[in-house]
């Protein structure tokens, strides 16, 4: 059974940096694309960044040279890191993988979620 947990999340002031982490188990990881997305309140779930099994990586305009994502085909783990926080940036994060291995993602499409993460950016 394939199991995404993240882990990481948090309250922090605007201008700080937080690093998300997930790792898979349940399966080996190849042919997956791995990715983040958030879901604020009230509002749909939207892509943050994905990486694909071949590096292949995408990022939301939103996020763009704020956000870094990587992943780890040998530990199975992926991570965000994500710096200059803004409140707008608060959310649960959600890890996905797909065994579409595109970079580009809808959320209705996704084969396998984790449980989420909150991130809360106030002051």
């Known amino acids: 059974q394939v199991q995404l947990v993240e882990s990481g999340g948090g309250s922090v002031q605007p201008g700080a940096s937080l690093r998300l982490s997930c790792v898979l188990s349940?399966?080996?990881?190849?042919?997956?694309?791995m990715a983040w997305f958030r879901q604020a309140s009230g509002k749909e779930r939207e892509l943050v960044a994905s990486?694909?099994?071949?590096?292949?990586?995408r990022y939301a305009d939103s996020v763009k040279g704020r956000f870094t994502i990587s992943r780890d085909a040998r530990r199975n783990t992926m991570w965000l890191q994500m710096d200059s926080l803004k409140p707008e940036d608060t959310a649960i994060y959600y890890c996905a993988a797909d065994r579409s291995n595109r970079p580009y993602l809808i959320a209705a499409r996704i084969d396998y979620w984790g449980q989420g993460t909150q991130v809360t950016v106030s002051t």
């Open positions: 349940g399966h080996s990881g190849s042919g997956l694309v």
């Open positions: 990486v694909t099994s071949g590096e292949t990586i």
